[in-house]
Antibody, heavy 116, light 111 residues
């Protein structure tokens, strides 16, 4: 069975940093693009970033460009999201989701709260 | 960015009856491979979204055949026939043809 398990969320002050992780299993992780999607409280989901199979190409939504970095470790079937210069509007549950254009599988999400 | 619009935003339903949700996109969603990457998701409070329909009309594994998707170009529809109590929640359409991929605002279905 496919499993996506996110971790690393928490409470952080504005301007702070967090690194999210996603442990993937049940599929050939190194063969697929991967993605992060977030959902702010009371809002619909929002795509955050995509990364190519070998990590050489990544795409970001404009609101996080220059602040967030998506990366992966295919040897460990893991996906990461480094979040810097966090803002209140980044407060959301962050999901790892697969496959990229179809999102058949979502993790349980890890909550991030940016507040002083 | 592609804007996805849903209607209605709130949908009272009667158990056993059918319900339809519409989704419109601000531009054509035909990808270079010929597919249209429009999906529908259902989300209950406190849960992750669950995929129902992908590529306009394909029912995902384990999804009851009460759910069906249709559409083309820029207009898409999710139909729920014989609504059951477990169908309450918020339904989102999503396009994954043009980056950034985008979701609709959601339709809240209530009994």
């Amino acid at each position: 069975d496919v499993q996506l398990v996110e971790s690393g969320g928490g409470l952080v002050q504005p301007g702070g940093s967090l690194r999210l992780s996603c442990a993937a299993s049940g599929f050939s992780f190194s063969d697929y693009w991967m993605s992060w999607v977030r959902q702010a409280p009371g809002k619909g989901p929002e795509w955050v970033a995509l990364i190519k199979v070998d990590g050489t190409e990544s795409w970001y939504v404009d609101s996080v460009k220059g602040r967030f970095t998506i990366s992966r470790d295919n040897a460990k079937n893991s996906l990461f999201l480094q979040m810097n210069s966090l803002r209140a509007e980044d407060t959301a549950v962050y999901y790892c989701a697969w496959p990229v254009r179809l999102l058949h599988y979502w993790g349980q999400g890890t909550p991030v709260t940016v507040s002083s | 960015d592609v804007v996805m619009t849903q209607s209605p935003l709130s949908l009272p339903v009667t158990l056993g009856q059918s319900a339809s949700i519409s989704c419109s996109s601000s531009q054509s969603l035909v990808y270079s491979d010929g597919d249209i990457y429009v999906s529908w998701f259902h989300q209950r409070p406190g849960q992750s979204p669950r995929r129902l329909i992908y590529k306009v009309s394909n029912r995902a594994s384990g999804v009851p055949d009460r759910f069906s998707g249709s559409g083309s170009g820029t207009d898409f529809t999710l139909k729920i026939s014989r609504v059951e109590a477990e169908d309450v929640g918020v339904y989102y359409c999503m396009q994954a043809t043009h980056w950034p991929f985008t979701f609709g605002p959601g339709t809240k279905v209530e009994i």
